[in-house]
Structure formats: structure tokens, C-alpha cells
């Protein structure tokens, strides 16, 4: 099975700008894996935020972005508020079946 | 608006089943599937199936195969998931999400399913 990997944890300052990363075992990542990523803050379900690599739902702030960069999956956070600290997944859809990340600690600094 | 409404917590017994529901609302429930995925205490988040709610059709990672039974009610737009042989490796908080066209958008609250002795 796949396998899935996120930068354990990242640390921004208030206003900067952060790449989250998301890379398959299999090889590069392409449109074709389906990249969703989602927000989860401690106690609280996981809330949606991108999905088809560069798609933002409807209450997706417009300081997220998502694309492929050097063969990964991305999420792009500009101009980082204090309140986008949590934990970050990623989800691949690979030979039929999802994969998630291990997950992206961001802490705002 | 969309909603995904789970039951309530549940303490079982190692080698028990649990069956937990997801009662949909706000949008037509046999148009988009419904994913479960289940979260152990600290750990990140791992995917266990998707089931149709257009005709049950279900499909799943093998690790969870012969283990995990996935039902849909069309009637009271409920889905269900039901997790046999239960160890104290299943300690976890076990969500639904709303699943169709490789687009996950809504998630349940969750339901934290606690296997011990």
C-alpha cells in the first residue's frame, strides 16, 4: 500500500508564508491522486479545506492554496493568522483506496 | 446546510462488535457516498471504507476486511458501520464523511468507541 509522508511539524511566524508538503512512495503526485487536505485543532473533527489539489470549499479562507510542487502534493498558507495553528492532513486516492499523511503539526510563532 | 449527526460514545469489551450510525441530512443521501475513518488516541487518521449511497456498493482497505461491515439506510438517510472482534487497538474516535467523486467535504462529530476489560 502506499504510503504517505508529511513534515512531522513546521513552525510559521504570524503574516509569513508556509508549504506543506505531501509526497507517495509510489512516485510523483499527480491530479490523479485527488489531493484533499484538511485542518484538524486539538478535540475538534477535521475540517475540510482543499480538495482536487487546487479546489477551495466554500469556507475555505482565500490565504490557503493548494498545487503540486516537485512532484507533491501542496498547501500553501500566506499571510498565517494565529488561529491557522493545528494539525494538517493530506489524502491520496491511490489504486482505489484513500491514504492519509501522517500529518502536519504548524505551529504559529 | 449539510449535516452528519453520529451516536453517542460506546465502551465494549474486547472480541465485542460496535455498530456506529451516521443520520445525513441537508443534501440527497443517495447521491454521494459516505467514508468512514477512525482516529487513535494521539495518532493521526487512517481510512477504513466507502460505501454508495446510491446502492450500497462498499469498498475497503484489506487490513479491515472481513472485519468491518458498511450499511446505508435509505429511508432515514442513516449510515452504519459495524467493527467486529474488537482489541484495545480500536480505542479510537471513528468519524463518516460525506465521500463522493474523490471530494471529502463533511465530517461527522465523531463517536469514540473504547475497547477494554
Known amino acids: 500500500q502506499t504510503v504517505v509522508t508529511q513534515e512531522p511539524s513546521l513552525t510559521v511566524s504570524p503574516g509569513g508564508t508556509v508549504t506543506l508538503t505531501c509526497a507517495a512512495s509510489t512516485g510523483a503526485v499527480t491530479s490523479d491522486y485527488y489531493p484533499n487536505w484538511f485542518q484538524q485543532k486539538p478535540g475538534q473533527a477535521p475540517r475540510a479545506v482543499i480538495y482536487?489539489?487546487?479546489n477551495k470549499h466554500s469556507w475555505t479562507p482565500a490565504r490557503f492554496s493548494g498545487s503540486l510542487l516537485g512532484g507533491k502534493a501542496a498547501l500553501t498558507l500566506s499571510g498565517v493568522q494565529p488561529e491557522d495553528e493545528a494539525e494538517y492532513y493530506c489524502l491520496l486516492y491511490d489504486g482505489g483506496a484513500w491514504v492519509f499523511g501522517g500529518g502536519t503539526k504548524l505551529t504559529v510563532l | 446546510q449539510v449535516h452528519l449527526v453520529q451516536s453517542g460514545a460506546e465502551v465494549k469489551k474486547p472480541g465485542a462488535s460496535v455498530k456506529v450510525s451516521c443520520k445525513a441530512s441537508?443534501?440527497?443521501?443517495?447521491?454521494?457516498?459516505i467514508s468512514w475513518v477512525r482516529q487513535a488516541p494521539g495518532q493521526g487518521l487512517e481510512w477504513m471504507g466507502w460505501i454508495s449511497g446510491y446502492n450500497g456498493n462498499a469498498n475497503g482497505p484489506q487490513k479491515f476486511q472481513g472485519r468491518v461491515t458498511m450499511s446505508t439506510d435509505t429511508s432515514t438517510n442513516t449510515a452504519h458501520m459495524e467493527l467486529r472482534s474488537l482489541t484495545s487497538d480500536d480505542t479510537a474516535v471513528y468519524y463518516c464523511v460525506k465521500d463522493q467523486n474523490w471530494v471529502i467535504d463533511y465530517w461527522g462529530q465523531g463517536t469514540l468507541v473504547t475497547v477494554s476489560s
Open positions: 441537508g443534501y440527497t443521501f443517495t447521491h454521494y457516498g
Open positions: 482536487h489539489t487546487t
